[in-house]
């Protein structure tokens, strides 16, 4: 930074290679207008016509090809949904159809979707997945720590680096499979559904540690993401005794009982070290903050602490 202003380093899409630049400045047409196919797009349908080519090699049959050649408009117009730096040189891309990204299409997370692994320094494309990739799902269960950029003095608890995160994701799969019009198919999406991740939406308090404390997940999450608000307190328990250690109030106090058939939604953003919580509740279309510290108990008093 300088001055407080981020400076460009690199520019991607319409241009990947130093020298992209010159060589389209010879057409005098104008980028906007342009009827080729940008480069890092590019990349994308050369990648998936080799992979086409290779099983269909490998198969003896030109299934995959056909297929490629069949759903070549729709994947040229693919458009860039979400993106995440992996890392310095690495960047997951989420592509979709237009309707998807500018949401004309409801359920959008349940819409084909595409994941691009994206290594800038040599500007090639490393792999593509679809949202139904079971290869995906076990890469980010394994090494979900890595999508998420944690730092290695505070890491949030996720699936590949805590039983307790692991044995949570391995319910949510089977429930989601065993529901009424359910299956793996859906269950692989909605998991996938969370990627990129924004690496500030990843809780590192230790509260929220399952390591420490067993929660309900249903009302609070590492994933600092809009939940469904209960009429009473959020329990934490000692992981190892099963002691009631803290509660955290969640209900409108001080206001009015909303409607029953009201839908109440509840955010939490954890202090990464303190005992501090801020809450942002919502029912219908009225905002309330809270801010949530420790109850100091009196000494030698052995209850609970509450937010």
């Not at 420490?212 to 959020?234: A, N, T, W």
């Not at 328990?237 to 109030?249: A, V």
Request: glycine letters at 4%.
């Amino acid at each position: 930074m300088q001055k407080g202003c981020f400076i460009p380093i690199v520019k991607i899409g319409r241009l990947l290679e130093d020298d992209d630049e010159y060589l389209l400045s010879i057409s005098r047409e104008h980028s906007q207008k342009e009827s080729s196919i940008n480069a890092l797009k590019h990349r994308i349908l050369v990648f998936l016509y080799q992979r086409a080519m290779k099983s269909s090699l490998d198969q003896k049959h030109p299934g995959e090809l056909r297929r490629f050649y069949q759903y070549f408009d729709q994947l040229k117009g693919l458009r860039i949904w979400k993106m995440q730096l992996i890392d310095e040189d690495h960047i997951l891309l989420k592509y979709a159809s237009e309707e998807v990204v500018t949401h004309r299409k409801s359920e959008s997370n349940s819409q084909l979707s595409f994941f691009v692994i994206y290594d800038r320094k040599n500007t090639r494309i490393l792999s593509i997945y679809d949202n139904n990739s079971k290869e995906l799902v076990e890469i980010f269960e394994q090494h979900c720590d890595f999508f998420r950029n944690s730092s290695e003095s505070r890491i949030a608890s996720s699936p590949s680096n805590n039983v307790y995160a692991a044995l949570i994701q391995k319910k949510f799969k089977r429930t989601i499979s065993n529901a009424k019009n359910g299956s793996i198919t859906e269950a692989r999406k909605r998991i996938l559904a969370r990627l990129p991740i924004s690496a500030q939406s990843c809780s590192s308090s230790p509260y929220l540690d399952l390591f420490l404390f067993s929660y309900d997940e249903k009302f609070v999450s590492v994933m600092e993401r809009p939940k469904g608000c209960g009429d009473h307190p959020i329990q934490f328990y000692d992981r190892n005794t099963g002691r009631l250690m803290f509660k955290i109030y969640t209900g409108l106090q001080n206001h009015p009982s909303p409607p029953t058939s009201a839908k109440r939604l509840v955010a939490f953003v954890f202090h990464p070290t303190d005992p501090f919580v801020i809450s942002v509740q919502r029912t219908l279309l009225d905002y309330v903050v809270n801010f949530h510290v420790r109850k100091a108990g009196v000494q030698g008093d052995t209850s609970p602490s509450f937010f």
